[in-house]
């Protein structure tokens, strides 16, 4: 089983749907969750970062983990067309702090 | 502005000769990392550097080679490029690597080996 899963889409919404992004991991050791965002022939940038299980909030985006279910979530409300791009997941821990990126799921707002 | 800069941005070059894509960070992170990017795979980390003088292999290492000698450069070198080495190349610090520490990425590195 791969550490970290994540489903790369591509995933086409409408603008102002509610988008919701997943990742599955395998190591309970992890501890750090986070979310970056990658635009086209950009670097990736981060997006939200958790630590704990339960809900982050910021804007109109939502970090959601639950580490008894080994998954993670990112839901965007009021999609835009901006908020077209790929979205990585990436978890931190385990005894070497080494940080494990899925694979990525693009995502396309149409206006 | 705090940024990771890597040069070249696109390079094509040619089976066996050596190049070397810079890497420059102006936060004065202690870790510094090379990924690489290719479609369905995702990013797979190269090398990473704790801080100067001090470089690990990340998950695939093989044909590349790094070097620490100050704290703002990490250089990735291709000593004998081929073409399953064409690939979108990233470089990225964070201030330690430790706990949640954020990486800063560069803009990326678009090489292709004929």
């Known amino acids: 089983q791969k550490e970290v899963e994540q489903d790369p889409g591509p995933l086409s919404v409408p603008e102002g749907a509610i988008v919701s992004l997943n990742c599955t991991y395998s190591?309970?050791?992890?501890?750090?969750f986070m979310w970056y965002r990658q635009y086209s022939r950009k670097g990736p940038e981060l997006l939200m970062y958790?630590?704990?299980?339960g809900n982050k909030e910021d804007g109109r985006f939502t970090a959601q983990v639950d580490k008894s279910s080994k998954y993670i979530s990112l839901f965007i409300r009021d999609s835009q067309p901006s908020d077209s791009a790929t979205y990585l997941c990436?978890?931190?821990?385990?005894?070497?702090?080494?940080?494990?990126f899925g694979k990525g799921t693009l995502l396309t707002v149409n206006p | 502005e705090a940024q990771v800069t890597q040069n070249p941005r696109y390079l094509i070059t040619v089976t066996g000769k050596k190049l070397t894509v810079t890497c420059s960070q102006n936060?004065?992170?202690?870790?510094m990392s090379w990924y690489r990017q290719d479609p369905g795979l995702g990013l797979r980390q190269i090398y990473y550097?704790?801080?100067?003088?001090?470089?690990d292999k990340g998950d695939v290492p093989e044909g590349y080679k790094v070097s620490r000698k100050e704290k703002r450069n990490f250089p990735l070198i291709l000593e004998s490029p081929s073409p399953n080495q064409t690939s979108l190349y990233f470089c990225?610090?964070?201030?330690?690597?430790?706990?949640?520490?954020?990486?800063?990425f560069g803009a990326g590195s678009r090489l292709t080996v004929l």
């Open positions: 990225a610090s964070s201030l330690r690597f430790s706990g949640a520490n954020v990486l800063t």
């Open positions: 190591n309970s050791a992890f501890q750090y």
């Open positions: 936060m004065n992170h202690e870790y």
């Open positions: 958790t630590y704990s299980s």
């Open positions: 990436a978890i931190r821990g385990g005894s070497n702090y080494k940080l494990t």
């Open positions: 550097s704790m801080n100067v003088e001090v470089t």
